[in-house]
């Protein structure tokens, strides 16, 4: 299938047969250019990460999982340049159009997976989450799209950021889907649904106006769903404050797993990108600790929050996907913003998976629900609940 939307890597595609048979078999795939695929290059986004770095000799995990269950390999997608980016917009190989809504952007770090699933080049696409780079997109292009608990799905041949927040995520347009590639990753089926709804009002109250309204009947379909409905405030600290904690922790172990690359091969790369390692670089050691500390606090707070059989639930993007080809000071606060939604899940660990089904002006919003660690098939439940209920 051509590639309409400019979501996989330039050059040949890699195209290779799952195995006769199983659970997935009849479905394709893509996979973000930061999951190896024996023999070929892991380009990251970079034109030239691939210079410095071998060619792989195995597949990756979830690449291999997802072959083995039966489902063909149709492409690798493009990413922002080592997954450093949540818009989508990538200097070398350019920004993936979004279907949904093709004068904005598709959402980063995970454009070009997003994209092609979103346009029907395949039916389900791996990505990665670190700083929300699954679910901005999944609330971008109108997809379903999982973060998963941390630590839950082996990143072993995926490329790395920060890796006390980075998870494999994935994308699929539909919750049957979702759910048949969910318990091949995750290893276990859909589990029973949770009994309790909490609303984040401070979330919902920081997102623009239109999109809470938006996601209004959403939320009161999972209450009708769940049964047992409160309001809570998620951040009592401010959800700004969770935002600097993972702005402060992401850069310093980027700065981290890239140094080595930089200091000796001096890349190409963008202003953006390179201002971001800068940061981390940079990052006073008295910063670093405050931010591990509220790191503890959020991972509290969400443990009284979401016992057993609750879930959360909380808008996954403040607004829907800004136009494309804006100014960086333009789009720096947008960026915030977005974090501000975003921080809990490499703050906490804890899995979140982004629900389709609003608009505002045409464009997507998402819904996502929360859990506690480790509750993972409780929220694909929820997906699917979500798409058969009234």
Known sequence: MDDIVNAFVPGARARIAGRPGGPLAGLSFAAKDLFDVAGLPTGGGNHDWALFNPVPE????????????????????????????????????????????????????????????AAGLCDTALGTDTGGSVRVPASFCGLY?????????????????????????????????????????????????????????DAFGFADPEVAEALAPLVAKLGRIVGEVREEIMAPQGLSVWARAQRTLQPVEAWNTFRGWVETANPRMAFSVAAGLLNGA?????????????????????????????????????????????????????????SCLCAQGGLTGSPQVSLPGATVAGAPVGISVIGGRGTDAALIAVAKAMETAA
């Open 58 to 117: 195995q597949h990756s995990w979830a690449v291999q999982t997802l072959l083995d269950a039966g489902a063909e390999l149709v492409g690798k997608t493009i990413t922002d340049e080592v997954s450093l980016g949540i818009l989508g917009e990538n200097a070398f190989d350019g920004t993936p159009t979004n279907t949904a809504a093709p004068e904005r952007v598709p959402g980063g770090s995970s454009s070009g997976s997003a994209a092609a699933v």
């Open 145 to 201: 799209g999982i973060r998963p608990t941390h630590g839950r799905v082996d990143v072993t041949g995926m490329l790395p950021q920060a890796p006390s927040s980075d998870t494999t995520g994935w994308f699929a347009r539909d919750a049957e889907t979702f759910a048949r590639v969910s318990t091949v990753l995750l290893g276990e089926a859909p589990a029973a649904l949770p009994t309790r709804l909490i609303v984040a009002v």
């Open 282 to 338: 940079r990052m006073p050691e008295g910063e670093r600790q405050w931010a591990e500390m509220m790191r503890l606090e959020a991972r509290a707070r969400l443990r009284h929050l979401l016992p057993p059989g609750t879930i959360l639930c909380l808008p996954t993007t403040p607004f829907p996907a800004p136009l494309r080809g804006l100014s960086q000071p333009a789009l720096q606060p947008m960026k915030d913003r977005i």
